[in-house]
């Protein structure tokens, strides 16, 4: 990834893309738990990465955080599966790239494969926090809402904040590489909206703020932002232990009900 500072309170991103299977943090993660395949901590040696997921179309309709068990997490050789409370860890090598991928079926319903962005380990704790994703119907309308390409990506937006910038409201994203991908806004509640023209503070932490759409899958995205305050901070950005390179996955979707998760640091 390259930043490019244009003004204080506008600057240039490069999201390096690829299109293999791979996988943001964001929000507050809780304890340790889920079933992993990985090994043990030994001495610092590993890496142990955990989060929560909870149900995209559930807070919509009730405005509540409702955990989603039975799905399976898979980072390179390991997987993990989700707890009743929406929990899920798995160890790896401290050297190693993180990239999990979060997919399956819970009480028979069956959920979009998730890839979050790409990082290393800044600790030996990485904590992806908040996983707020669609089931494979809600991400089927949130597409027919887009009016979006299937054959093209879609991108959730993710936000965190540091240091003096304490709101990401009336930010623009706008997407100057590739042609043709197009910005849609999220509203106070959560929906996408037709009529948003910046980004509004997330009702949850965690909960995207916008999505990018008809993305050529494996693009590198050359991202945008302006914000009255703030700015983009540049990559590799340190957030809850993960080192974000900059890097997401993206792929078409479909087939495969594939979306993706990018997660930008505003200071």
Not at 127 to 154: C, H, K, M, Y
Request: proline share 7%.
């Amino acid at each position: 990834m390259r930043m490019h500072p244009l003004t204080p309170a506008m600057c240039l991103v490069l999201f390096a893309a690829c299109s293999s299977s791979s996988s943001t943090p964001g929000g507050t993660g809780g304890d340790d738990g889920g079933s992993s395949s990985g090994g043990e901590d030994s001495g610092g040696s590993t890496v142990t990465e955990h989060g929560l997921v909870y149900d995209y179309g559930t807070f919509l309709t009730s405005g509540t955080l409702v955990a989603v068990p039975g799905l399976t997490v898979t980072d390179g050789d390991e997987t993990a599966t989700t707890d009743a409370t929406g929990n899920w860890s798995i160890t790896l090598p401290l050297s190693a790239t993180l990239h999990p991928v979060v997919t399956g079926t819970s009480k028979g319903d069956p959920y979009s494969n998730l890839m979050l962005p790409t990082a290393t380990a800044a600790a030996s704790d990485v904590d992806w926090g908040n996983i707020i994703f669609p089931d494979v119907s809600t991400f089927q309308l949130e597409r027919v809402t887009l009016g979006s390409d299937d054959a093209q990506a879609v991108v959730h937006v993710v936000t965190d904040l540091s240091g003096a910038c304490t709101s990401v409201a009336g930010g623009v994203l706008t997407v100057t590489s590739p042609p043709g991908a197009k910005v849609n806004y999220f509203d106070s509640t959560g929906y996408p909206s037709a009529t948003a023209t910046s980004m509004v503070d997330p009702p949850v932490p965690g909960r995207p703020v916008a999505d990018i759409f008809d993305l050529t899958p494996g693009a590198d995205i050359t991202l945008s932002v302006t914000h009255p305050t703030c700015h983009l901070a540049a990559y590799p950005v340190t957030v809850t232990g993960a080192s974000l390179t900059g890097q997401v996955t993206t792929k078409a979707a479909e087939p495969g009900d594939n979306n993706s998760a990018m997660n930008i640091v505003l200071e």
